[in-house]
């Protein structure tokens, strides 16, 4: 059974500070690894996939890294903001199946 | 381009009541997976539909249903609510299944 481990539970970092968020997982027969944003209350926000083949995808200040043979990926995030502010949650779809399994996400606070 | 759209937004439910969600996938999306998120946690996959069948199930009981329409249009229905299943259920589409998914807002069901 896939198992996703996110690494902190909680962060609280100063405006302007670059930070990586973790994610593991236990099963490395993945089809890709999706990284999401979610403000409290609300929906999921895809901020970047990456396919078992890639090993990084980037979209503006976010970088993210996938290590399948060692089940980790990391979420890079420069320069943050207070808008950054939220749970990052990672997931991964294994190529025996169609659903995404989630961790239970890293609380981010950017203070001003 | 509308995203994944959920209704309604919030519900209130007494226990042994039954509930449908309704969810319409993102144009051009043709699968449609369910998924319930307990506060302070990542979301469980409930199941997925494309071509109108379910094509996965995730460890819930069989009170939970659902049905996926011509138009790709989907319902969750779960009967003989029970405290626990308060949650956000959100719904989620792709253009496939080994493609990113998009995720809508979410409907917050209230048992009580």
């Known amino acids: 059974k896939q198992e996703v481990t996110q690494i902190p539970a909680a962060l609280s970092v100063p405006e302007g500070e670059n930070l990586v968020l973790n994610c593991s997982f236990t099963d490395s027969a993945i089809y890709n690894l999706q990284w999401f944003r979610q403000d409290p209350g609300k929906g999921l926000t895809s901020l970047l996939l990456?396919?078992?083949?890639?090993r990084e995808q980037t979209s503006g200040r976010l970088n993210a890294s996938l290590d399948k043979s060692s089940g980790r990926s990391t979420l890079y995030i420069a320069a943050s903001q207070p808008g950054d502010s939220a749970t990052y949650l990672c997931a991964v779809k294994e190529t025996s199946g169609s659903r995404l399994t989630f961790g239970e996400g890293t609380q981010l606070t950017v203070n001003p | 381009d509308a995203g994944v759209t959920q209704s309604p937004t919030h519900l209130i439910k007494t226990r042994g009541q039954q509930v449908t969600l309704r969810c319409s996938p993102k144009s051009g999306h043709d699968t449609v997976s369910w998924y319930q998120q307990a506060l302070g946690q990542g979301p469980q996959f409930i199941f997925q539909y494309y071509e109108e069948e379910e094509r996965q199930r995730g460890n819930f009981p069989d009170r939970f249903s659902g049905h996926q329409f011509p138009n790709y249009s989907s319902e969750l229905n779960v009967n003989a609510l029970l405290l626990g299943d308060s949650a956000l259920y959100l719904c989620a589409s792709s253009p496939g299944a080994h493609y990113g998914y998009t995720f809508g807002s979410g409907t917050r069901l209230t048992v009580v």
């Open positions: 990456i396919q078992s083949s890639q």
